[in-house]
């Protein structure tokens, strides 16, 4: 059963905090990834991850940055929040160089900044 | 850049009927994943089918069977005997083997009605 888990679920909050959005996996999976939802449900990708010590940036240029010091836990941090970073977050993991290649993702987190 | 594209953004069909969504890609890759994933509401996205581009034979998973045209890049997904519970957004999504990035579509809501 993939078990990859995001907190919060939501999070009102106000303009110019700083914020990060936690992702682990206990699949052991090397790729994990970021998408942004926005309320059409189109689904950005905004980071990614081969392993520890491995960012990318996605197709859509975000604020937003992450890290990856260990292979479980890949978190989401805007410096920053601004309205419109108003969005759904769902953050993903697949395993790398397998005949498994199939995402498995969280249940997402609801970003709204006031 | 590869992408993909779903021209259907909504679809109706009554309980035990069948229903196709479409999907097309554009690649210059030969050898890459597809993918069928399901979005309910407020819910966590879940892999519905996969089909690797190097098998001819279409996938199939109990209700669920993909027609997959390489030549053609199209990739549709089939329900057979359509229930209440497969109301939802359906994304296709591809990845390639060697960055494997996986892209989403812009999705097709389906409507399932008694």
């Known amino acids: 059963e993939a078990d990859i888990y995001q907190t919060p679920r939501y999070l009102v909050i106000g303009t110019g905090k700083k914020i990060t959005l936690e992702c682990s996996q206990t699949?052991?999976?090397?790729?994990m990834y970021w998408y942004q939802q926005d309320p059409g449900m189109e689904l950005h990708l905004i980071h990614y991850?081969?392993?520890?010590?491995?960012?990318e940036k996605g197709d859509l240029s975000s604020e937003s940055t992450v890290s990856r010091i260990r292979t479980e836990h890949f978190p989401l941090t805007l410096e920053s929040a601004r309205p419109s970073h108003t969005s759904q977050y769902l953050c993903a993991s697949s395993e790398l160089g397998t005949g498994k290649p199939e995402a498995f993702f969280g249940q997402g987190t609801r970003l709204t900044v006031v | 850049a590869q992408t993909v594209t779903q021209s259907q953004p909504e679809m109706s069909v009554q309980e035990a009927e069948t229903v196709t969504l479409s999907c097309t890609y554009d690649t210059s890759e030969s050898d890459y994943y597809l993918f069928w994933y399901k979005q309910p509401p407020s819910r966590q996205m879940i892999l519905v089918i996969r089909q690797e581009a190097y098998k001819q034979q279409n996938a199939t998973e109990n209700r669920f069977s993909v027609n997959f045209q390489k030549a053609a890049k199209s990739f549709s997904l089939k329900i057979s005997d359509s229930q209440l519970g497969d109301a939802a957004m359906y994304f296709c999504a591809y990845m390639n083997t060697g960055f494997q990035k996986l892209v989403f579509g812009t999705g097709t809501r389906l409507l399932v009605s008694p």
């Open positions: 991850s081969y392993g520890v010590n491995s960012t």
């Open positions: 699949m052991g999976h090397d790729k």
